[in-house]
């Protein structure tokens, strides 16, 4: 694996690459990584020739000045893990290779409503920090083939937005969301919760399949009641609980039986933000 940290030593690297390849996959993380991003890093290579990953941790979309000094960071397991999964360059820029002279971080992309719904609501700026990082890099490392990640829903929507926005010609890979054996999804922040913490937040998935279960055409006001009502009976501090449409994340509060459904959760445990979602049916 080859590591670079400059912006400029991507591009000429991947010139000579270009030239051998027709397929270059991209998948960007912000380190701290475990089997999930492994898995957008097999999958990149089951699909194309070449595969980029890059750790950045983006201060711009962060709304939370704790939240960002407290991101784990376990630069040299991560660096051993892509290593021995067969990634092919490791891109790892500093803030100033991202950001320079802070032009970009003046961009401002047009979200419209998925700004401001769910995460954009609780995480206000949130999603212009990630186009901003997302754009960046996708100029830098220019990739057939994008991975992302399902557990970041709205993430996927708003990045399949910019790529529209931007008129990229790059194919959107959204990939399962993978989770511990108690079916609490995998996620960097979980580095930050104790063996308990780590036990009760399995409540979350647990909570979203009971939705799944229960759910009836009709009013589903009661079934998002219920939900945010059992993980505060169980210590959490839900941000929100909501089903939307899976295609446009609009809420839905009457289902007619038909449309297809994700339900969507934001919670703390203690100081920890967790998210996570399901499709309910498709
Ligand atoms: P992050 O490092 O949190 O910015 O995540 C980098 C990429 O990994 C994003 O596309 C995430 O959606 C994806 N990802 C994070 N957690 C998981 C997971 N549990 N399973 C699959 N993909 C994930």
Known sequence: MIILKHADDIGIQLKKIKAATSSIGFVPTMGALHKGHISLLQKSKEVCEITICSIFINPTQFNNADDFKKYPVTLEQDIYALEKNGCDILFLPDVNEIYPGETISKNHFNLGYLETILEGKYRPGHFQGVCQVVSRLLKIVAPTHLFIGQKDYQQCMVIKRLIELEGLNIELIICPTLREENGLAMSSRNLR????????????????????????????????????????????????????????????????????????AAAFIGDVRLIDNILLKH
């Open 193 to 264: 919760l104790d063996e308990q913490q780590r036990e009760e937040a399995a409540e979350i998935y647990k909570t979203l399949l009971g939705m799944q279960q229960k759910i009836k055409p009709g009013s589903l006001h009661h079934l998002k009641k219920e939900a945010t009502e059992y993980l505060i009976k169980k210590n959490f501090n839900p941000d929100y609980i909501e089903i939307a449409e899976a295609g446009n994340l609009n809420p839905v509060n009457e289902w007619d039986g038909t449309a297809h459904l994700v339900a969507l």
